[in-house]
């Protein structure tokens, strides 16, 4: 079979619910991934972040068969070994807390929503979120979701979200009501353009949540992992949150999510009944979500991530000073982005035809975000894509 009849399939059969690009991927290592006619790809945006580790590591793929060959699924209402110890391993690299498994962000972000309002036992059920965030298409996380274009459609949205402006600490604090039980936030809005709260917002929110009792909750799907150098972003700002979620790369490449939530505030909040998810949590996805916390350690991938990602930022601006397009390059650790003055399509297009996989979002932000396994010589490789994508897409853009 062919590309183009894969997309007479999906033309017949698919709910056309995303942009598809014209590549049929069909196997993966690492940051190289194969399409179905043979041609080789640089994989910077390893399935939205999914593929932290890269494509089919060993760890992951060694306990999915492993797990596989003894029983794939059980019910909730039994004990499971690797659930429990999936849970141990996340509150000792986080906080002492306890998790809740899912099978995504967003069913996450709707645990982390209802569990807020639970926790306000009805007189306090307003959550702050901020424009330009991003937290899943399911109803109560489209409404969290401050985006025009996300929400436009599906109204009337669950009510009780008021929105704040991201690195404002002003517009969060008129935001606070007597009604407000969270304040719920990505430390880097990955959809939202890779942007990355500063130090004294973080700070800032922590000691209004705490004057007002108001739970701080991080959505860490997208940075949790390591990608950003440490296991958790918020563990860059010295502080820690009552809440967090976490998908994408938790699994390694499987699908699985998780609400975490501080002992602090845990107890007496959900009891059995209170919420629930057929699949969460199952025996397969948290054999795997156990072979990714083994390969961070073993292979020292939070390190690598740190050195790795300052070097493909310090590439990144080495673009935005030779083309005038390049209006900011930004980054921490492995989830780093150009900002451009036009919109970026034209690049990532350009950049795919010479064998290079990136992201744009918000039309005018590329986000580059390889998996924390990606080598040097791979970093060197993309840039030097990109720069030929640059000079290919923006021929009137002048070297500065």
Same mark, same amino acid.
């Given at each position: 079979?062919?590309?183009?009849?894969?997309?007479?399939?999906?033309?017949?059969?698919?709910?056309?619910?995303?942009?598809?690009?014209?590549?049929?991927?069909?196997?993966?290592?690492?940051?190289?991934?194969w399409d179905l006619e043979g041609n080789e790809y640089l994989d910077f945006f390893p399935g939205w972040a999914v593929s932290a580790l890269g494509h089919c590591h060993p760890s992951v793929v060694s306990a999915v068969k492993k797990q596989a060959s003894k029983i794939l699924h059980i019910s909730n209402n039994f004990l499971n070994l690797k659930q429990a110890q999936l849970a141990q391993e996340i509150s000792n690299h986080a906080f002492p807390a306890k998790t809740f498994f899912c099978n995504s962000g967003a069913e996450a972000a709707e645990g982390a929503i209802k569990f807020a309002r639970k926790f306000g036992a009805g007189s306090r059920y307003e959550i702050i979120t901020f424009r330009k965030s991003f937290h899943g298409r399911t109803m109560g996380a489209v409404?969290?979701?401050?985006?025009?274009?996300?929400?436009?459609?599906?109204?009337?949205?669950?009510?009780?979200?008021?929105?704040?402006?991201?690195?404002?600490?002003?517009?969060?604090?008129?935001?606070?009501?007597?009604?407000?039980?969270?304040?719920?936030?990505?430390?880097?809005?990955?959809?939202?353009?890779?942007?990355?709260?500063?130090?004294?917002?973080?700070?800032?929110?922590?000691?209004?949540?705490?004057?007002?009792?108001?739970?701080?909750?991080?959505?860490?799907?997208?940075?949790?992992?390591?990608?950003?150098?440490?296991?958790?972003?918020?563990?860059?700002?010295?502080?820690?949150?009552?809440?967090?979620?976490?998908?994408?790369?938790?699994?390694?490449?499987?699908?699985?999510?998780?609400?975490?939530?501080?002992?602090?505030?845990?107890?007496?909040?959900?009891?059995?009944?209170?919420?629930?998810?057929?699949?969460?949590?199952?025996? $397969?996805?948290?054999?795997? *979500?156990?072979? /990714?916390?083994? @390969?961070? =350690? %073993?292979?020292? &991938?939070?390190?690598?991530?740190? !050195?790795?990602?300052?070097?493909?930022?310090?590439?990144?601006?080495?673009?935005?000073?030779?083309?005038?397009?390049?209006?900011?390059?930004?980054?921490?650790?492995?989830?780093?982005?150009?900002? $451009?003055?036009?919109?970026? *399509?034209?690049? /990532?297009?350009? @950049?795919? =035809? %010479?064998?290079? &996989?990136?992201?744009?979002?918000? !039309?005018?932000?590329?986000?580059?975000?390889?998996?924390?396994?990606?080598?040097?010589?791979?970093?060197?490789?993309?840039?030097?894509?990109?720069?030929?994508?640059?000079?290919?897409?923006?021929?009137?853009?002048?070297?500065?």
């Open positions: 079979m062919k590309t183009k009849e894969v997309q007479s399939l999906y033309e017949k059969f698919i709910l056309p619910t995303y942009t598809q690009i014209p590549v049929c991927l069909v196997k993966g290592k690492g940051s190289r991934v409404a969290a979701t401050a985006q025009d274009k996300i929400q436009n459609g599906f109204q009337p949205l669950l009510e009780g979200f008021r929105y704040a402006t991201f690195n404002d600490l002003d517009s969060v604090k008129a935001a606070v009501t007597d009604k407000t039980i969270g304040i719920f936030l990505e430390p880097i809005q990955g959809e939202g353009g890779v942007q990355i709260a500063t130090e004294e917002f973080i700070k800032g929110l922590r000691y209004l949540c705490d004057l007002r009792k108001i739970l701080l909750m991080f959505d860490e799907v997208q940075t949790g992992m390591g990608r950003t150098g440490k296991m958790f972003a918020f563990q860059h700002y010295g502080v820690e949150p009552e809440v967090m979620t976490l998908a994408k790369a938790l699994g390694g490449g499987v699908p699985i999510g998780a609400l975490v939530i501080n002992d602090k505030v845990a107890k007496g909040v959900f009891g059995p009944g209170s919420h629930g998810s057929t699949y969460g949590g199952n025996p $397969l996805v948290t054999a795997a *979500a156990l072979g /990714v916390f083994r @390969a961070i =350690k %073993k292979d020292g &991938l939070l390190k690598k991530s740190k !050195d790795m990602g300052a070097y493909l930022l310090e590439k990144l601006s080495g673009l935005k000073e030779k083309f005038s397009v390049i209006t900011d390059a930004r980054g921490l650790g492995l989830m780093c982005a150009l900002e $451009l003055s036009q919109p970026g *399509a034209p690049v /990532v297009d350009a @950049a795919r =035809k %010479k064998g290079l &996989l990136i992201n744009c979002t918000q !039309d005018k932000v590329l986000r580059i975000m390889p998996a924390m396994t990606v080598s040097k010589k791979q970093v060197d490789k993309a840039v030097k894509i990109l720069e030929e994508s640059f000079q290919e897409a923006y021929a009137e853009a002048k070297a500065v």
